[in-house]
């Protein structure tokens, strides 16, 4: 099974990415390994809306997107870990989901959804927020629902803290840890 993650946050050693890695804790010791892209640290232009994959299904734009782009044709289970920015997700995540406007033309315009494996696709949200309105985790939830049904994922799960700001403060939280280590395990699970 193929798991790729998708880590938005700027902030290295912090809410999001410990979320993360207990979700990925829960995969690996369910038998399975995650490839992170760490996406502060990439080098990808934002979407121009050039039209250029109108035709195609094909981003005319060569960066590190490239990568990526094979990565979410080839996965089996799809995670975005962004932390909540302006009740959205971070920019480091949205920027990669506007250039999967190719995806888009590729299933909506040229009816050509990218085929899921033998063990179909799915997807896992694992967002935080400093702030405590639901509106960051619904803004943010309706975004990467559109990704995840335009790369045709068709089921996900979300996990949303709030009130979690200061670097380190989801190690406090009585549940967190504990939901998403049980998310990672239940992604890569049968019934999961
Ligand atoms: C630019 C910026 C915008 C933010 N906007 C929001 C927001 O709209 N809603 C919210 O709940 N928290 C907001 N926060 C707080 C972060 O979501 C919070 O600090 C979170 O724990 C950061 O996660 P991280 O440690 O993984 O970076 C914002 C933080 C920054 C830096």
Same mark, same amino acid.
């Given at each position: 099974?193929?798991?790729?993650? *998708? *880590?938005?946050?700027?902030?290295?050693?912090?809410?999001?990415? =410990?979320?993360?890695? #207990?979700?990925?804790?829960?995969? #690996?010791?369910?038998?399975?390994? %995650?490839? !992170?892209?760490?996406?502060?640290?990439?080098?990808?232009?934002?979407?121009?809306?050039?039209?250029?994959?109108?035709?195609?299904?094909?981003?005319?734009?060569?960066?590190?997107?490239?990568?990526?782009? #094979? +990565?979410?044709?080839?996965?089996?289970?799809?995670?975005?870990?962004?932390?909540? *920015?302006?009740?959205?997700?971070?920019?480091?995540?949205?920027?990669? &989901?506007?250039?999967?406007?190719?995806?888009?033309?590729?299933?909506?315009? =040229?009816?050509?959804?990218?085929?899921?494996?033998?063990?179909?696709?799915?997807?896992?949200?694992?967002?935080v927020?400093?702030?405590?309105?639901?509106?960051? &985790?619904?803004?943010?939830?309706?975004? !990467?629902?559109?990704?995840?049904?335009? %790369?045709? %994922?068709?089921?996900?799960?979300?996990?949303?803290f709030?009130?979690i700001?200061?670097?380190?403060a989801i =190690?406090?939280?009585?549940?967190?840890?504990?939901? +998403?280590?049980?998310?990672?395990?239940?992604? %890569?699970?049968?019934?999961?």
């Amino acid at each position: 099974m193929k798991i790729i993650a *998708f *880590f938005g946050s700027p902030r290295e050693g912090g809410n999001t990415e =410990l979320l993360l890695k #207990e979700t990925i804790n829960g995969i #690996e010791d369910s038998g399975f390994k %995650v490839h !992170v892209f760490n996406l502060n640290r990439m080098n990808i232009t934002p979407c121009q809306n050039c039209g250029g994959c109108d035709d195609t299904g094909i981003c005319i734009y060569e960066d590190d997107m490239s990568q990526i782009y #094979e +990565a979410i044709r080839e996965a089996d289970r799809i995670i975005i870990a962004s932390p909540v *920015f302006f009740f959205g997700v971070s920019a480091q995540t949205k920027i990669i &989901i506007d250039r999967c406007q190719c995806f888009w033309c590729e299933k909506y315009l =040229l009816k050509k959804p990218i085929p899921e494996g033998k063990h179909g696709r799915k997807g896992l949200l694992l967002l935080v927020g400093g702030m405590k309105k639901e509106i960051g &985790i619904q803004c943010s939830e309706a975004t !990467v629902m559109a990704f995840f049904r335009t %790369v045709n %994922v068709p089921t996900h799960e979300t996990l949303g803290f709030l009130g979690i700001d200061a670097k380190g403060a989801i =190690l406090k939280h009585p549940t967190a840890l504990v939901e +998403a280590y049980n998310a990672g395990k239940k992604l %890569v699970s049968k019934g999961g």
